[in-house]
Structure formats: structure tokens, C-alpha cells
């Protein structure tokens, strides 16, 4: 079985500063990760995921997350924030081949000017 | 290429009432699974079918059931509702082959039960 924890429920943070989102992963087997945005009342978009290869993962919105394994950690960052960056943030596993993701609780995002 | 499309967007339903959820998923895609949101819960994995057989299911009641058709559009039903089976219902397509296994969301059906 997998599971994520997402250790911040909150950041919040200056336009321009930078941002780092955790996320750590529990799993017996091989996995998946993925980093999710959802604005309000909308669904959920996929910003970057790691499937194998390089740990270091760029994605959209110049967002970007490093796979670190023996640490069982996936967190995003971004050197610079907007505001327009406010939203909810969710980490996500899966098993190699599963189809089921499992998400963290989330994050949300407040960038203020 | 349209996106994954869920109807209706809103909808009330007094307890004890069943809903019916449709979902519509991108062209192609064969894979919709389902997932319940809420504030008190997070995201949880409803169930997952596949070319019209259900492949995988999460830990939820059997009130909660789908079924998927031959041209992949899925729907998800809940019987006896219950007010706690007021969530943020979202429906997401993949075509799982190889490496490139994503899952695209739609915008969800917000149900609430009074």
C-alpha cells in the first residue's frame, strides 16, 4: 500500500520569493509521483510527474520537483512565484502499472504582493 | 482535442435520494476512474474501469457503484445518499500504455445531500 504526506497544509508567501511544496511518500514498491494544481471550483491539472530517469523533473508554470529516493521524497519548487501561483497543491503516488492514485492532503498556496 | 467532460456541474439531493454522475472521457481514452473530495477526507480513489469491466476499486460502500460503456463514457451512481456523500465528485481519463501513464480531470459535479 502507498501513502503520501504532504507536511505543510499552508504556505504562504511574497510574488517573486521562491517556494518549496513537501511531499514525502511511503510505498513497498516502485512508484509513480506526480504534483497536481487545482484552482477553485475547477479540477485537477497536472504540473510535472517523475516516471523513471533523471530525479530532477521540470513541469509547467516553471515549476519543478526532484525525486529523491532513499529520502522517499518528491517536493516542487519554483524560483519565483505569482500570483496567479494561488491554488491548492497535491502530491500523488501510484504503483508501476496501477491506476490508482493516491494524493496527499494538499497544500495551499497563498502568494501575496 | 476536448477534454474530459462530467454533467451535471451542481447538484442537490435530499438523503435518502440516488444520484446518477456522468462522465465523458477524451477521445481515445479507455481508462476512467473516479474520485470523491472533500474537506475532511481529501481525494480518495473511488474505482477505475476499463474497456467496460471495473479494474480497480477503493475503499468506499457498495452504495457506490459505476459501470462504463462501449464508447467509454462512464457514469457513477450513489444509492441511499447520505449527507456525508456531499463532495466535489471527479472523474479523470488515462489511456495507461507504457511510460506515459497521466490521468486528465475534468472540472468534477459538486453534490451536495440535505
Known amino acids: 500500500a502507498q501513502s503520501v504526506t504532504q507536511l505543510d497544509s499552508q504556505v504562504p508567501v511574497f510574488e517573486e520569493a521562491p517556494v518549496e511544496l513537501r511531499c514525502n511518500y511511503s510505498?513497498?514498491?516502485?512508484?509513480?509521483l506526480f504534483w497536481y494544481v487545482q484552482y477553485p471550483n475547477q479540477g485537477l491539472q497536472l504540473l510535472l510527474k517523475?516516471?523513471?530517469?533523471?530525479?530532477l523533473v521540470k513541469g509547467i508554470n516553471g515549476f519543478e520537483a526532484e525525486f529523491n529516493k532513499s529520502q522517499t521524497s518528491f517536493h516542487l519548487r519554483k524560483p519565483s512565484v505569482h500570483i496567479s501561483d494561488t491554488a491548492e497543491y497535491f502530491c500523488?503516488?501510484?504503483?508501476?502499472?496501477?491506476?490508482?492514485?493516491?494524493f496527499g492532503k494538499g497544500t495551499t498556496l497563498s502568494v501575496s504582493s | 482535442k476536448a477534454g474530459v467532460t462530467q454533467t451535471p456541474r451542481y447538484l442537490i439531493k435530499t438523503r435518502g435520494q440516488q444520484v446518477t454522475l456522468s462522465c465523458s472521457p477524451i477521445?481515445?481514452?479507455?481508462?476512467v476512474s473516479w474520485y470523491q473530495q472533500t474537506p475532511g477526507q481529501g481525494l480518495q480513489f473511488l474505482f477505475e474501469?476499463?474497456?467496460?469491466?471495473?479494474?480497480n476499486k477503493g475503499n468506499f460502500p457498495g452504495r457506490f457503484s459505476g459501470r462504463q460503456f462501449s464508447n467509454s463514457r462512464s457514469e457513477m451512481n450513489v444509492s441511499t445518499l447520505e449527507l456525508g456523500d456531499s463532495a466535489l465528485y471527479l472523474c479523470a481519463s488515462s489511456e495507461p500504455t507504457g511510460m506515459s501513464t497521466e490521468a486528465f480531470f475534468g472540472q468534477g459535479t459538486r453534490l451536495t445531500v440535505v
Open positions: 517523475y516516471l523513471s530517469g533523471s530525479t
Open positions: 510505498s513497498s514498491v516502485s512508484v509513480y
Open positions: 477521445s481515445g481514452h479507455r481508462s
Open positions: 474501469y476499463f474497456s467496460e469491466t471495473q479494474r
Open positions: 500523488a503516488v501510484s504503483g508501476i502499472g496501477g491506476t490508482a492514485l493516491i
